[in-house]
C-alpha cells in the first residue's frame, strides 16, 4: 500500500470523525453520528493494518496486529453488551484508562525500539523533536491512567479502598506537592530531550502515575460528570501526541479532536455547576461538597404519600415537568416514565421533561436513558429553556434527582452555592420519588423535600411509577 493512498484513507476517516462529533451534538442525530464514528475507525483500523503488512513483507507482522484486534474487539463488544445503563461511566473511565496507558506502552515502545516506528535508523539516536513528544505522551498518558482508575473507583462507589470513594480526599499543602510533581516531571522530560536516558523516561512516567491520583482524589462524587469529561480530553491529548512522534496524521487528528471536544464540554459543564475550568485541571474543586453532612444529624418530618396521591394530583394538572435523576437510572423506570407521561398526554396534560447537564454520573446521561425509551424530543428541554416555564407548572416531578434540583445553590456558604439548578422548587406542586431520605451524591440535605408543597413518594422509582400508571384515571 502506497503511502499517498494512506494518507488519503486517514483523510477519509478523518472526515468521518468529523461528522460524527457534529452528529453527536443533538439526540436527534446521535445515531447517525455513531455510524460516522464507526465508519471513521473501521477505515483507520484497516489502513493500519494494511500499511503494517506492506511494511513487514508478510502476513507474520499482520497476524499480531489482527489477534490484538481480535481480543480487544471482543473484550469490548462483551463488556458493551452486559453493561447496564448505570454503570456506563464506569465502563467510559475504564476505556479512558486503557487509552492512557495504551499511550504509555506506545511511548515506551517507540522508546526501546525507534526504528521500528520509522523514528530513527538503527542505532541512531531519537531526533530531540520525537523525545520531547514520547515524553509528554507517555506522562500525559500516565496520568490520564491513573486518574480514570480513581475515577472508576469514585463513580463506581462500592470499593472500601479510601482512595476510591466518593469524599473528597486532602491533606495540607497537597497543590504544592502537585506543583513539585509537574515540574519534576518537566525537569525529566528536559532530561531525556537531552541525553535519551531510559531512567529519565520512567521517572516521567512514574510521575505521571502520581500526579493522575493526587489530581482526582480531592475532587468529591457530585463533581465526577466534570472529571470523566475532563479525563477523556487527556486521552485525546495524549493518543495526539504519541501521533506527532510516529508521524502518524490519524492519531494526530483523532486526538486533538478528542482531545479539543472534551475540554470544550468540561468547559461547558464548569459553567453548569460553576466551577472554575483551571480548577478542573489542577484537581483543585469539588472539596467540600461531599463533606458535608445531610441535614446536620437531625431528623425532619416531611410530608409523603403513595403512588395513587401522586397520581391523583397529577391527573388533574395541566401542566407537568419531569425531572428524571440517578434514581431513575438505577431503576431502569425510564419505560414506566414514557408509559406515564403518554397516559397524561392522552389526558390532555401538557408533559415536559427538564434535563439538567449533569444529572447522572456522565455528560448527556438522562439524555441517553430517554431516547432509550423513545422519548420524543420535542418533549425534552435542556435546563436554561426550561426553567422560565417551572413558575408555571401545575405539578414537577422529581425522579431519584437531588443535587440538580437542590435550592441550597442559592444559598451562600453552601458547598454547591452557585451551581445552576432545575427550578423545580418554583412548580405549583412538587412530588419527589427517592427510595430514602438518604443524601445525593453532593452530600448535602435538600430543603425541597421539606416545603409545604411538596409530596414524597418513598420506594423503587419503577415500581412507584409503574403503581402511578395503573392510578391515573
Given at each position: 500500500?502506497?503511502?499517498?493512498?494512506?494518507?488519503?484513507?486517514?483523510?477519509?476517516?478523518?472526515?468521518?470523525?468529523?461528522?460524527?462529533?457534529?452528529?453527536?451534538?443533538?439526540?436527534?442525530?446521535?445515531?447517525?453520528?455513531?455510524?460516522?464514528?464507526?465508519?471513521?475507525?473501521?477505515?483507520?483500523?484497516?489502513?493500519?493494518?494494511?500499511?503494517?503488512?506492506?511494511?513487514?513483507?508478510?502476513?507474520?507482522?499482520?497476524?499480531?496486529?489482527?489477534?490484538?484486534?481480535?481480543?480487544?474487539?471482543?473484550?469490548?463488544?462483551?463488556?458493551?453488551?452486559?453493561?447496564?445503563?448505570?454503570?456506563?461511566?464506569?465502563?467510559?473511565?475504564?476505556?479512558?484508562?486503557?487509552?492512557?496507558?495504551?499511550?504509555?506502552?506506545?511511548?515506551?515502545?517507540?522508546?526501546?525500539?525507534?526504528?521500528?516506528?520509522?523514528?530513527?535508523?538503527?542505532?541512531?539516536?531519537?531526533?530531540?523533536?520525537?523525545?520531547?513528544?514520547?515524553?509528554?505522551?507517555?506522562?500525559?498518558?500516565?496520568?490520564?491512567?491513573?486518574?480514570?482508575?480513581?475515577?472508576?473507583?469514585?463513580?463506581?462507589?462500592?470499593?472500601?479502598?479510601?482512595?476510591?470513594?466518593?469524599?473528597?480526599?486532602?491533606?495540607?499543602?497537597?497543590?504544592?506537592?502537585?506543583?513539585?510533581?509537574?515540574?519534576?516531571?518537566?525537569?525529566?522530560?528536559?532530561?531525556?530531550?537531552h541525553s535519551q536516558s531510559w531512567l529519565d523516561m520512567l521517572l516521567v512516567t512514574a510521575l505521571g502515575l502520581a500526579f493522575g491520583v493526587l489530581l482526582i482524589i480531592p475532587i468529591g462524587g457530585a463533581d465526577m460528570p466534570v472529571v470523566v469529561s475532563m479525563l477523556n480530553s487527556y486521552s485525546g491529548w495524549a493518543a495526539a501526541g504519541i501521533g506527532f512522534s510516529l508521524n502518524n496524521s490519524m492519531l494526530i487528528i483523532a486526538g486533538?479532536?478528542?482531545?479539543?471536544?472534551?475540554?470544550?464540554?468540561?468547559?461547558?459543564?464548569?459553567?453548569?455547576?460553576?466551577?472554575?475550568?483551571?480548577?478542573?485541571?489542577?484537581?483543585?474543586?469539588?472539596?467540600?461538597?461531599?463533606?458535608?453532612?445531610?441535614?446536620?444529624?437531625?431528623?425532619?418530618?416531611?410530608?409523603?404519600?403513595?403512588?395513587?396521591?401522586?397520581?391523583?394530583?397529577?391527573?388533574?394538572?395541566?401542566?407537568?415537568?419531569?425531572?428524571?435523576?440517578?434514581?431513575?437510572?438505577?431503576?431502569?423506570?425510564?419505560?414506566?416514565?414514557?408509559?406515564?407521561?403518554?397516559?397524561?398526554?392522552?389526558?390532555?396534560?401538557?408533559?415536559?421533561?427538564?434535563?439538567?447537564?449533569?444529572?447522572?454520573?456522565?455528560?448527556?446521561?438522562?439524555?441517553?436513558?430517554?431516547?432509550?425509551?423513545?422519548?420524543?424530543?420535542?418533549?425534552?428541554?435542556?435546563?436554561?429553556?426550561?426553567?422560565?416555564?417551572?413558575?408555571?407548572?401545575?405539578?414537577?416531578?422529581?425522579?431519584?434527582?437531588?443535587?440538580?434540583?437542590?435550592?441550597?445553590?442559592?444559598?451562600?456558604?453552601?458547598?454547591?452555592?452557585?451551581?445552576?439548578?432545575?427550578?423545580?422548587?418554583?412548580?405549583?406542586?412538587?412530588?419527589?420519588?427517592?427510595?430514602?431520605?438518604?443524601?445525593?451524591?453532593?452530600?448535602?440535605?435538600?430543603?425541597?423535600?421539606?416545603?409545604?408543597?411538596?409530596?414524597?413518594?418513598?420506594?423503587d422509582a419503577k415500581k412507584v411509577v409503574e403503581d402511578m400508571v395503573k392510578a391515573v384515571e
Open positions: 500500500m502506497s503511502m499517498n493512498l494512506v494518507v488519503l484513507l486517514y483523510l477519509v476517516a478523518s472526515v468521518c470523525f468529523i461528522q460524527a462529533l457534529k452528529g453527536l451534538s443533538h439526540p436527534t442525530t446521535s445515531i447517525r453520528g455513531n455510524l460516522f464514528g464507526m465508519a471513521g475507525m473501521a477505515v483507520a483500523v484497516l489502513t493500519t493494518a494494511a500499511f503494517i503488512a506492506t511494511l513487514a513483507g508478510s502476513a507474520r507482522g499482520l497476524g499480531w496486529v489482527l489477534l490484538g484486534l481480535v481480543a480487544g474487539g471482543s473484550a469490548g463488544a462483551v463488556m458493551a453488551r452486559r453493561v447496564e445503563m448505570t454503570k456506563m461511566p464506569e465502563l467510559v473511565a475504564f476505556m479512558h484508562s486503557m487509552i492512557g496507558l495504551a499511550a504509555v506502552f506506545i511511548a515506551v515502545a517507540a522508546v526501546a525500539e525507534p526504528r521500528a516506528f520509522g523514528i530513527a535508523a538503527h542505532g541512531a539516536p531519537i531526533p530531540g523533536g520525537n523525545r520531547v513528544e514520547l515524553a509528554l505522551g507517555a506522562f500525559i498518558g500516565a496520568v490520564t491512567f491513573s486518574g480514570s482508575v480513581i475515577a472508576f473507583g469514585k463513580l463506581s462507589g462500592k470499593y472500601r479502598f479510601r482512595l476510591f470513594q466518593g469524599a473528597p480526599v486532602q491533606f495540607a499543602h497537597q497543590h504544592k506537592l502537585n506543583l513539585l510533581l509537574g515540574l519534576a516531571a518537566a525537569f525529566f522530560c528536559f532530561g531525556f530531550w486533538s479532536l478528542v482531545g479539543s471536544s472534551g475540554a470544550i464540554l468540561s468547559y461547558i459543564m464548569c459553567k453548569a455547576m460553576n466551577r472554575s475550568f483551571f480548577n478542573v485541571i489542577l484537581g483543585g474543586f469539588g472539596g467540600d461538597a461531599a463533606t458535608a453532612a445531610a441535614g446536620g444529624g437531625v431528623q425532619r418530618s416531611v410530608k409523603s404519600g403513595s403512588a395513587d396521591d401522586a397520581a391523583f394530583v397529577l391527573g388533574n394538572a395541566e401542566t407537568v415537568v419531569i425531572v428524571p435523576g440517578y434514581g431513575l437510572a438505577v431503576a431502569r423506570a425510564q419505560h414506566a416514565v414514557k408509559e406515564l407521561a403518554q397516559k397524561l398526554t392522552d389526558k390532555g396534560v401538557n408533559v415536559k421533561y427538564a434535563i439538567h447537564p449533569v444529572a447522572g454520573r456522565m455528560p448527556g446521561h438522562m439524555n441517553v436513558l430517554l431516547a432509550e425509551a423513545e422519548v420524543p424530543y420535542d418533549q425534552v428541554f435542556e435546563m436554561e429553556d426550561i426553567n422560565p416555564e417551572f413558575g408555571q407548572a401545575d405539578v414537577a416531578i422529581i425522579l431519584g434527582a437531588n443535587d440538580v434540583v437542590n435550592p441550597a445553590a442559592h444559598v451562600k456558604g453552601s458547598p454547591i452555592y452557585g451551581m445552576p439548578i432545575l427550578e423545580a422548587y418554583k412548580a405549583r406542586s412538587v412530588i419527589v420519588n427517592k427510595r430514602s431520605m438518604a443524601a445525593g451524591y453532593a452530600g448535602l440535605d435538600n430543603e425541597l423535600f421539606y416545603m409545604d408543597k411538596t409530596m414524597m413518594v418513598f420506594g
